[in-house]
């Protein structure tokens, strides 16, 4: 999962992939195009956003019973 942050602060929802995130941040308006991979730029998004992976949020006996 991936998400756009502003500082440390996550903002919006977070989605599968990072092209997710980009698209998002193109609806919203943060960005006037996504970037591409091939390409050397400068700064895409406003300075303090940043895109992160998040960790995957395991729950353990999140069913709720112990396996025996």
Request: aromatic fraction near 8%; glycine fraction near 12%; hydrophobic fraction near 35%.
């Amino acid at each position: 999962m991936y998400a756009l942050f502003e500082g440390d602060r996550q903002i919006g929802s977070p989605f599968r992939t990072e092209k997710e995130v980009w698209e998002a941040a193109l609806i919203e308006g943060l960005v006037t195009d996504v970037p591409v991979a091939d390409e050397q730029g400068g700064q895409i998004l406003p300075s303090g956003y940043h895109v992160e992976r998040l960790e995957a949020v395991h729950n353990p006996g999140s069913d709720g019973k112990a396996s025996c």
